[in-house]
Each structure stands twice: as C-alpha cells, then as structure tokens.
C-alpha cells in the first residue's frame, strides 16, 4: 500500500530549487534528459522527476545527477568538505550512539 506522505513548504521549495539547478546544469552542458539519465543510471522518468522537484527519489541518485551536471549542494571544495566530515566525524564519536527518553516513574505514594 502506498502511503502519501506530507512536506513541508520549505522542502518543497529547496526540491524545487534544486531541480532546476539540475536542470539548468543539465541544459548548460548540452546534455539531453536521455545522456544524463544513461550517465547516473537512471530511467528517463526518475530524471524528470528530480527536475520537477518531485519528492521521493533516493538522495544518494539527487546528489549524484547534481554532480554530474556540476551543480555544487555544499559551497564548499573537495579538500574543505573532507576536513568538515572528518570534524564531524569526531564529534560523532563523543556524542551518545543512541537516546534513550527515560521513563518517568508513577509517583504513586498519596
């Protein structure tokens, strides 16, 4: 059964944006719907999806289509985007794995 999930307005929009950017990478580079969807591994219609700012396609193929057309999701370069994931991953690492949300205990003494 297919459940129809809500978004928010700013997520909407951030989809929005970000296919156009696609799109407008995708144009800019002379790349038809056809080369592009063939160089990320993907249908025709997934590649349509995310130019129209569809929700639901697999973040891993958005990123990889974004980079493919040169369209930047962080305003970063490579070396500064490898020291701040190397940062985050220690902090990680201090951080709790889990959390937990205690259980209050009845105060049941009248």
Same mark, same amino acid.
């Given at each position: 059964?297919?459940?129809?999930?809500?978004?928010?307005?700013?997520?909407?929009?951030?989809?929005?944006?970000? #296919?156009?950017?696609?799109?407008?990478?995708?144009?800019?580079?002379?790349?038809?719907?056809?080369?592009?969807?063939?160089?990320?591994?993907?249908?025709?219609?997934?590649?349509?999806?995310?130019?129209? #700012?569809?929700?639901?396609?697999?973040? #891993?193929?958005?990123?990889?289509?974004?980079?493919?057309?040169?369209?930047?999701?962080?305003?970063?370069?490579?070396?500064?985007?490898?020291?701040?994931?190397?940062?985050?991953?220690?902090?990680?690492?201090?951080?709790?794995?889990?959390?937990?949300?205690?259980?209050?205990?009845?105060?049941?003494?009248?």
């Amino acid at each position: 059964m297919r459940v129809t999930r809500s978004y928010s307005r700013a997520t909407k929009q951030t989809l929005s944006l970000l #296919g156009k950017l696609i799109k407008a990478g995708r144009l800019e580079r002379g790349l038809t719907a056809e080369d592009l969807s063939e160089r990320a591994g993907i249908t025709r219609k997934t590649l349509r999806k995310i130019e129209n #700012g569809e929700a639901g396609s697999e973040i #891993g193929i958005v990123f990889e289509v974004a980079a493919l057309v040169g369209v930047r999701l962080f305003d970063l370069d490579d070396r500064s985007l490898q020291m701040h994931n190397t940062r985050l991953d220690e902090k990680l690492t201090l951080l709790p794995k889990s959390v937990r949300h205690r259980k209050q205990e009845v105060d049941d003494d009248f």
